[in-house]
């Protein structure tokens, strides 16, 4: 093995464990003068001025105050404090489910749970297995409720700390009086919305793209969005994002070893441009992700899709039967229609947020017109739009040689444009027969469905065709197999961050090596900002803050 080899093998194996060991077995065998050798003591030498530990993009791939080998040497006040909280939904039910989680977890067993046979205090805790038991008042010994106990040795836990979780009746007395128990624990508070998650999070547990996934998850309305929310909760999204920023760390490991020893002797010649090749094909990568179209973005929040069209085309009467319920007026007057209106659907497993606007035409009516401003504006705003027009006017303007789509509503059509032709209960079935040909000779075909959305004919075939297109726009046709690694403007600002610095990275010379280095340290440090390797402190408490109390 040559010694660029042996010097980047010892590097990775350093930088892609989680064990310190792994990282002073490295450094000693580095060198004292090594530049490898030198970037470990600039790590600790900048974590011991600032009182804190400061993690270089080269550092371990998680934060070194997250991992259990340094729990002894630096302890939290979240590490050292307990927490407790209702972990299922508050109100009456067959269960709830109360958890406590650090290092006075155990307390509250031995303290409350008694023997449902002997009535004596329960023996120490078998780790994961459900025990009956009665839970008592740790002051004055009263029963609580008979329930079911079960203990989760650290750090195999979900949190990493010693976990309890108390089973009881779902009541809200029963639930009010355990809480009130466990506060009367000088050492134990109520735990904040997602810290049980937080607390996992800083024990290694999870990284922040499975804290994301675990929230997505739980927020997850639709089919897509369940399984694309699971892949991140369970690290594959994780697994995608340390596989980039470590082809990264290879390219920085080799040009770390041409400064510390230079082309010679010790490192075959072509190194730098090897590299340089290694850098340009990750940035071919990454800005393939980049350009998907932010689909990962649009599942998550929803897909914003605005009904327009003229007056009494039948928009609101879409809109109705795509809730499922009388969600906006539907009269024969036109114009009912003023302001926009909302709901988020699920559209053939996907998140659709649905605007229903005000039909276009010019109008004297004041309020009108500020209607049709609003809904120009939502069609403008929105991802992809499906512009309703009546069926025999369509036709007859065909007949007649004009276009069937009237010029007002023709300047707010785009290739994101989807056609609904209403009222197919008002032509005659072979007009019906003949509505493909005029699709075609108008270049719609594939975008636009016929139906009547007063007897309901055509209604289930436009849903399944709105949906399919749908999911062909934003490539959600293989929903294993295609997730996409972008789930937030966030991930999209670190990956473009990343994708400059490798940029500037393959302008400079050889004769750079040094500002080479630093590029590609900056560019490891902005995918690292993804999984929260380094510098997440900022969003953490915006992402806590959506978590229920008990996650």
């Known amino acids: 093995m040559t010694t660029i080899a042996r010097h980047i093998n010892s590097w990775i194996h350093a930088t892609t464990r989680h064990s310190a060991g792994n990282v002073a077995h490295a ?29 270089s993009p080269l550092s371990i791939p998680y934060p070194i105050y997250c991992d259990r080998n340094f729990s002894n040497l630096v302890a939290t006040t979240a590490q050292k404090e307990t927490i407790y909280a209702l972990s299922t939904p508050a109100g009456k039910g067959g269960v709830a489910i109360v958890r406590i989680s650090g290092p006075d977890a155990l307390e509250v067993w031995k303290s409350m ?25 740790p002051e004055d010994g009263s029963l609580i409720d008979d329930g079911l106990a079960v203990y989760f040795r650290a750090p195999y836990s979900y949190t990493t ?36 998650t937080r607390q996992a999070l800083l024990g290694g547990r999870l990284d922040l793209t499975q804290v994301e996934g675990l929230h997505d998850l739980i927020e997850a309305d639709t089919e897509v969005q369940r399984v694309w929310a ?25 040009i770390e070893a041409l400064i510390d020893f230079g082309e010679g002797e010790d490192i075959e010649a072509g190194v730098y441009a090897q590299a340089q ?46 809730a499922n319920r009388q969600a906006a007026i539907v009269t024969p007057i036109p114009g009912t229609t003023r302001d926009v209106l909302e709901l988020t659907l699920d559209i053939g497993g996907l998140p659709v947020v649905v605007a229903d606007t005000a039909g276009i035409r010019a109008t004297q009516d004041t ?13 403008k705003a929105a991802d992809v739009s499906v512009c309703v027009l009546p069926l025999p006017e369509a036709l007859a303007a065909f007949d007649n040689g004009k276009p069937i789509i009237p010029e007002d509503i023709q300047n707010h059509v785009t290739s994101s444009t989807y056609f609904l032709f209403n009222k197919t209960d008002l032509v005659s079935d072979r007009d019906n027969q003949d509505v493909r040909a005029v699709y075609r000779s108008n270049g719609l075909a594939g975008r636009a469905w016929s139906a009547s959305l007063t007897d309901g004919k055509g209604t289930h075939a436009f849903v399944q065709g709105l949906s399919t297109a749908l999911k062909s726009q ?27 610095f490798l940029e500037a990275f393959l302008a400079l010379p050889p004769e750079d090596v040094v500002l080479a280095a ?4 900056y560019a490891a440090q902005a995918v690292g900002r993804v999984t929260g390797v380094i510098g997440v402190e900022d969003v953490l408490d915006a992402l806590f803050r959506d978590f229920c109390i008990g996650k």
């Open 27 to 55: 450094h000693q065998s580095w060198g004292v003068s090594s530049v490898l050798t030198r970037h470990f003591h600039r790590i600790s030498k900048s974590s011991s001025k600032s009182g804190r530990h400061q993690f």
């Open 113 to 137: 749970l008694h023997s449902h046979g002997t009535n004596k205090p329960l023996r120490e805790p078998t780790p994961w297995k459900l025990q009956r038991c009665r839970i008592l008042h």
């Open 161 to 196: 700390f010693p976990t309890v979780e108390l089973h009881i009746h779902s009541g809200r007395a029963l639930i009010s009086a355990l809480l009130s128990a466990l506060s009367s624990f000088p050492q134990l508070r109520p735990a904040e919305p997602g810290e049980f």
């Open 230 to 254: 699971l892949g991140g909760a369970g690290g594959e999204t994780r697994s995608e994002y340390d596989a980039l920023r470590n082809k990264i760390i290879h390219c920085l490991s080799q």
């Open 277 to 322: 090749i290694e850098a340009s094909e990750l940035l071919v990568t990454i800005q393939k992700h980049l350009s998907d179209s932010r689909r990962g973005e649009l599942i998550r929040s929803g897909i914003k899709m605005a009904i327009f069209g003229p007056p009494n085309a039948g928009k609101s009467s879409l809109f109705n039967y795509l």
């Open 367 to 379: 309020v009108e017109v500020i209607g049709v401003q609003r809904g120009i504006s939502a069609v």
């Open 474 to 500: 934003f490539e959600i046709d293989d929903l294993k197999h295609h997730a996409p690694l972008i789930t937030r403007a966030r991930h999209r600002v670190h990956l473009e961050s990343a994708c400059r």
């Open 518 to 521: 630093e590029e590609l340290r």
